[in-house]
């Protein structure tokens, strides 16, 4: 076979790949073949604009050697995948600027040698990080189809088969319709044949698979036959503890299943704290541990307790698991353990912060505020930036207190990382204060804190979050339009509850219409996407819990979500080959959060359900934002008059002809003022 080269050419989010016909191409000819091929496919691109057809003279003339050569102006992306030969294009190793590339780079190589194995091989690996595993499945087989011994891609051909299986056992366990067993039960068999075929040649990894798939066709004695090999329990003199040590580490995750389902919980949680140990990021550990602590956390978190977890720095890691797979009350409780391990010392300053978003995320903010107010008596003369927790408390529970003068930042002295875990307290603090309904405490904290943040870039720190929502909480409070900072006042309106990420809180507390005020209810980072059935993630476990707790039967509900899909969800899972287009990419995930929305609203008897359009603040987002909204409308649409659209197309807050945001809007950069009721209401009412 004939070596060729290929080039991929990447730029704004697209890509394609250009043959190289001889070994002498010079560098315009590549880069002018390339870009012709770029300009033909724009108007089908994601943003449609021809304004924005490259020429030659836009890139920078790069040599052709290498496997991966960087060289093209631009936003960040461009980056030119060169492979002289198929050995160098198989062994490309794609990342989140470069998977489309070699995707495109693979599939043109393909047409011309549609059996290579590396090539088909290469590709059914792409498939499967993208979790595309049908395809990962068509890939390898034909791949296996092709090889010389019929079986060299078994064991990936049987992973994929199994990440298959998997994926579907999740989508349909969470959303509880069942799916079709048949076909499932259809890809298990596939997966002992397949493996059974393969015999002596299976290592330790397809055995966990293979007997994976008996267990669930049924035939049990013929997997612990395999589980027994695996976990080393046909070895003399061995001990569980020596098995769980040197055994497959799969193996021992199902085994730790398998005695769960017998119902020995106490033997289970042992098993998988092992495991944690020599794997914490293990996805599969993380989320059966998450599920058993969740199953009772006030049994399961004390026998935790018992001579296992000593330790505040080993309770901060379970408690962390715990939270990232959705056992939010197990979170709390363990983070309640770790406060009460370092209590007296300065650590449980430390640990505050954690607790705060931990009470955020059960949906008990003002049990944080009771928490947070004896820490900072406790540790009351601690300083940051010359402001101590007594001076943060004085201010919070005092309308007359002095506002202290915090130390401007100095080119010498940065803020250490224990200083930093602090000041994020302190803001999370303000953010609790303003979601709980306590305005004008909310008002005076965040004002301090803004003060403390200014040219210190804490953008750039590990607490970038927290001081976003500071800056934005205080932004919003030097706006008073419409703002109902009473508690007497608030009740003598009907509540709007306001569910949905921080775009939530340009509406909280202000007057909609002549009688009604917007409630918070936030899910701090929440994507349409991680509504999902298949999603464990955290900020869904935050939504349903405050679906069921913050919002009665029979009320309205207004929903702002999908921004963060936009600016950042939906291309990144596009350049991870997860979708083939952008399009593809905003239907699925229109699809996820209408079916969530008609799912919440019948569980919880809610009596109407808004729909907002995701905001057109950014202006690097709204080409996508417009696309979005298009096809949210049209899903709204369809829903029987479940859903109700709020119809305030792109105009109405944005100057067209400019391509700017209408000034009276302008907020912070990222949300609207909420001036904007004025336009909402309208729609709304």
């Not at 075929?197 to 669930?216: E, I, M, P, Q």
Request: hydrophobic share 45%.
């Amino acid at each position: 076979m004939s070596s060729r080269r290929y080039v991929h050419f990447e730029w704004a989010d697209w890509a394609v790949a250009v043959d190289l016909p001889s070994a002498s191409a010079t560098p315009a000819a590549v880069l002018s073949t390339a870009i012709a091929k770029y300009n033909q496919r724009l108007s089908s691109g994601p943003k449609g604009k021809k304004s924005q057809s490259l020429e030659l003279r836009d890139c920078a003339l790069v040599t052709l050697t290498g496997a991966l050569v960087k060289g093209l102006p631009g936003p960040g992306s461009d980056v030119f995948v060169i492979a002289d030969d198929i050995d160098a294009l198989v062994s490309l190793k794609g990342t989140s600027t470069t998977e489309m590339a070699t995707r495109d780079a693979l599939l043109d190589a393909l047409s011309r040698h549609p059996a290579d194995v590396r090539l088909l091989s290469r590709l059914g690996v792409l498939w499967s990080t993208a979790g595309r595993y049908d395809r990962a499945v068509d890939a390898f087989s034909k791949a296996n189809s092709a090889s010389s011994s019929g079986s060299q891609f078994t064991s990936q051909l049987a992973e994929a088969m199994a990440r298959q299986a998997r994926e579907w056992e999740q989508t349909h366990a969470r959303a509880q319709d069942g799916g079709s067993t048949g076909d499932l039960a259809q890809l298990h068999q596939a997966i002992v044949k397949l493996l059974q075929d393969n015999g002596a040649r299976n290592g330790d990894r397809d055995k966990v698979l293979l007997a994976r798939s008996l267990v669930k066709l049924g035939f049990e004695a013929q997997a612990n036959g395999l589980y027994a090999q695996l976990l080393g329990m046909d070895r003399p003199n061995s001990s569980p503890d020596q098995q769980i040590a040197t055994s497959h580490y799969e193996a021992v995750l199902d085994y730790a299943e398998m005695v769960l389902v017998r119902g020995q919980v106490d033997q289970a949680l042992a098993i998988l704290l092992r495991l944690v140990t020599r794997d914490i990021k293990h996805d599969g550990v993380g989320r059966l541990l998450a599920a058993l602590l969740e199953s009772n956390p006030a049994t399961m978190v004390p026998m935790l307790e018992d001579g296992v977890l000593t330790s505040a720095p080993a309770v901060g890691l379970i408690a962390n698991l715990a939270k990232q797979h959705g056992a939010l009350e197990a979170h709390l409780l363990l983070l309640q353990r770790q406060a009460a391990l370092v209590e007296g010392r300065i650590d449980e300053a430390m640990v505050l912060l954690a607790l705060l978003h931990a009470y955020e995320l059960v949906g008990r903010p003002e049990e944080g505020l009771v928490k947070a107010k004896a820490i900072l008596e406790k540790f009351g003369s601690l300083q940051i930036a010359g402001v101590s927790c007594r001076q943060v408390l004085d201010l919070w529970t005092h309308e007359d207190a002095a506002v202290p003068q915090p130390l401007g930042p100095s080119d010498e002295e940065r803020l250490a990382e224990g200083e930093l875990t602090v000041l994020s307290s302190w803001m999370t603090i303000a953010k609790l204060l303003f979601v709980a309904g306590h305005v004008d405490a909310a008002r005076r904290v965040a004002k301090l804190l803004f003060a403390i943040r200014e040219g210190r870039d804490l953008h750039l720190t590990s607490i970038r979050n927290e001081q976003a929502y500071l800056a934005n909480i205080h932004t919003l409070l030097e706006v008073p339009t419409r703002l109902v900072p009473s508690e007497a006042e608030r009740k003598a309106l009907k509540p709007i509850y306001v569910l949905g990420d921080s775009h939530t809180l340009s509406l909280a507390w202000r007057a909609i219409g002549t009688d009604s005020v917007g409630i918070p209810v936030l899910v701090t980072g929440l994507k349409c996407w991680h509504l999902r059935a298949a999603s464990d993630f955290y900020p869904k476990a935050q939504l349903h819990r405050l679906a069921a707790t913050k919002i009665p039967r029979g009320a309205t509900v207004l929903v702002v979500l999908g921004e963060i899909d936009c600016r950042e969800g939906i291309l990144d899972a596009v350049a991870k080959c997860r979708y083939d287009s952008i399009d593809e990419g905003q239907r699925a995930t229109v699809a996820v959060y209408v079916a969530k929305l008609l799912e919440l609203k019948k569980a919880h008897g809610w009596a109407t359900v808004h729909v907002h359009p995701v905001n057109p603040v950014l202006p690097e987002t709204r080409a996508l934002i417009r696309t979005f909204n298009a096809i949210l409308k049209a899903a709204v649409g369809t829903s029987a008059g479940q859903l109700h659209w709020i119809d305030m197309p792109m105009a109405d807050l944005v100057d067209v002809e400019k391509d700017v945001l209408k000034p009276q809007f302008v907020l912070d950069g990222t949300h609207l003022n909420p001036s904007y009721i004025d336009v909402l209401e309208q729609k709304l009412l």
